[in-house]
């Protein structure tokens, strides 16, 4: 069964950045999707960042052009690059994974703490 741990979260000021990275178990060459969530105090789960097999990125208007999601399948491992950060950035991170068969497959990480504050 597949895992995912996130780590690299941690209290950064506003304008500052963090590197989260999300490890894989097994192989993330035949993932079909990865992406990142962020759930913020009384919020909703929102979808922050994605990558396809292809490589292929999409953003969340919220954070597009200051986050970068990227994928090292020779590490199995996803990264998102967050840069410039506010204070509305504050969450849980999570990893999430898409894999496609005769049934779709959904694995999710632990989280991981996002803090921007001063």
């Known amino acids: 069964q597949m895992q995912l741990v996130e780590s690299g979260g941690g209290l950064v000021q506003p304008g500052g950045s963090l590197r989260l990275s999300c490890a894989a178990s097994?192989?993330?060459?035949?993932?079909?999707?990865m992406d990142w969530y962020r759930q913020g105090p009384g919020k909703e789960r929102e979808l922050v960042a994605k990558?396809?097999?292809?490589?292929?990125?999409n953003y969340a208007d919220a954070v597009k052009g200051r986050y970068t999601i990227s994928r090292d399948i020779t590490k199995n491992t996803v990264y998102l690059q967050m840069n410039s950060l506010k204070p509305e950035d504050t969450a849980v991170y999570y990893c999430h994974a898409l894999r496609l068969g005769s049934s779709l497959y959904h694995y999710w990480g632990q989280g991981t703490q996002v803090t921007v504050s001063s």
């Open positions: 097994g192989s993330i060459s035949r993932l079909a999707v």
């Open positions: 990558i396809t097999s292809g490589d292929s990125t």
